[in-house]
């Protein structure tokens, strides 16, 4: 299978300049607040971002080295496959994060509810649709014991 | 800026081998099925996977050729910027679909509600765990007017 190649559109800048004691996840940066530099060269394809409350970042997590396929999430004791979970070192390492979006300024951009390492590099904005998720009965796994609280409350250490 | 390599993690088998006439979410795909195939090295990443109703997947949208910063989306008359769209054409062309996991056996998941092309290269699967998505009031700007029943009605065409 064929490499794909990305290229940031911007970076994101954010108080967390050590990758512990982190929220981790948006839940658990509320009130935290970053800004966004896009390169001006994508500043057209901001329009109409500003009538949307919330917007999903996906970014590449610079900081994260290597990987393995078991891990012990920040939220559990005990070990879990990978992709059942949503740890940072992952083969390819995109984050995804949905934030609050509180001002547009020509290629800036004022972010809110942030989980993300300062200096990160952005690939891709798209904006939070609610209609867009899945509705009805949704099951979480090893997850299902784990409350909002708990993802609010939990800070990152230095696992990954 | 430095450019980012990634390497598929997988494959998705769609019924869905022209790019017109598709549900253009995952809302649309209600029912309609498909399988992921996961490189065997990646197999023991998929543990604890099958408690999960719902899954993240991030892929690459590998037809999308070229992309402009102003788009009409499937959705709306106007042209909107694109970051303000899911337009497939993208400057990193990260595709995202929540769909429904209904099986895995070894390194093969079966999925329901499908949006995808056959033959996408999967990069990355995250549970979906509703706690962490946001709460309280969401605006979502021009498609504040569209709602669920639309988003799952409308299908592709050849604009992208």
Chains 1, 2 share one sequence.
Request: hydrophobic residues 35%; negative net charge.
């Amino acid at each position: 299978m064929n490499a794909i190649i990305y290229s940031p559109i911007g970076i994101i800048h954010t108080p967390f300049t050590d990758q512990e004691n982190m929220p981790i996840q948006p839940t658990g940066g509320e009130g935290i607040e970053g800004t966004i530099e896009i390169n001006p060269k994508y500043q057209s394809g901001l329009q109409d971002l500003g009538g949307f409350s919330h917007i999903i970042l996906l970014y590449h997590l610079h900081l994260s080295r290597g990987y393995s396929l078991t891990v012990t999430p920040f939220l559990d004791t005990e070990p879990r496959g990978l992709f059942a979970t949503r740890a940072p070192t992952r083969p390819n390492s995109i984050g995804l994060s949905v934030v609050r979006l509180l001002d547009i300024e020509k290629n800036i951009l004022t972010i809110s509810d942030v989980d993300i390492s300062d200096g990160t590099p952005l690939l891709d904005i798209k904006p939070y649709v609610p209609a867009m998720q899945p509705t009805g009965n949704v099951k979480t796994g090893w997850l299902d014991s784990i409350n909002t609280e708990q993802i609010s409350r939990k800070r990152s250490d230095d696992r990954f």
